[in-house]
T-cell receptor
């Protein structure tokens, strides 16, 4: 199946700094990428949906000015956590989807996740 | 999006078939049933999806009842590496840019 990578796999930062997480589709073009957040012992919660070349659509309760999403190309989306605080510590996971419904690489492929720890 | 209900946890002996049930009694006609699993500290892995016919691939089989109100994911010969949280999702569109809404899933533990 298709491969999605994330970088970095883990990051520790000081409170108040910004952190950028990259999500790449390695062998297919992703028209849509999704960003999820997962707290310990909880399920994945969708944060935003990002389509290449357009603004991301954020889920209710997710601050768009705090979680900046850029989907500048069909293989790369970035999530920047601005002015991170300890409560932003979480496991951030992206997924990528490409092609037409029912076509190849139509299912969502998930990245391995990025564990963010804010001190 | 149809709500799904899954048992919180299940155990299965290694080498046996693992049968994971999912209830989606409010599923609508155009909503598919997707199954993903998440091994600890990794991203979810796609397993299988279907609309109304039973489906099989190299990983698993998906059995959907005729009324589509429930389904069962079958791992035919469970191994220790199948220990994971399994998510059943009922959602519209054949991955037509539809976001996936994850529930709490079933924590499957394979016992040696």
């Amino acid at each position: 199946g298709a491969v999605v990578s994330q970088h970095p796999s883990w990051v520790i930062c000081k409170s108040g700094t910004s952190v950028k997480i990259e999500c790449r589709s390695l062998d297919f073009q992703a028209t849509t990428m999704f960003w999820y957040r997962q707290f310990p012992k909880q399920s994945l919660m969708l944060m935003a949906t990002s389509n290449e070349g357009s603004k991301a659509t954020y889920e209710q309760g997710v601050e768009k000015d705090k979680f900046l999403i850029n989907h500048a190309s069909l293989t790369l989306s970035t999530l920047t956590v601005t002015s991170a605080h300890p409560e932003d510590s979480s496991f951030y996971i992206c997924s990528a989807q490409g092609g037409l419904a029912g076509g190849p690489y139509n299912e969502q492929f998930f990245g391995p996740g990025t564990r963010l720890t804010v001190l | 999006d149809a709500k799904t209900t899954q048992p919180t946890s299940m155990d299965c002996a290694e080498g046996r078939a693992a049968n994971l049930p999912c209830n989606h009694s409010t599923i609508s006609g155009n909503e598919y049933v997707y199954w993903y699993r998440q091994i600890h500290s990794q991203g979810p892995q796609y397993i299988i999806h279907g609309l109304k016919n039973n489906e099989t691939n190299e990983m698993a089989s998906l059995i959907i009842t005729e009324d589509r109100k429930s389904s069962t994911l079958i791992l035919p010969h469970a191994t220790l590496r199948d220990t994971a949280v399994y998510y059943c999702i009922a959602q519209g569109g054949n991955f037509g840019n539809e976001k996936l809404t994850f529930g709490t899933g079933t924590r499957l533990t394979i016992i040696p």
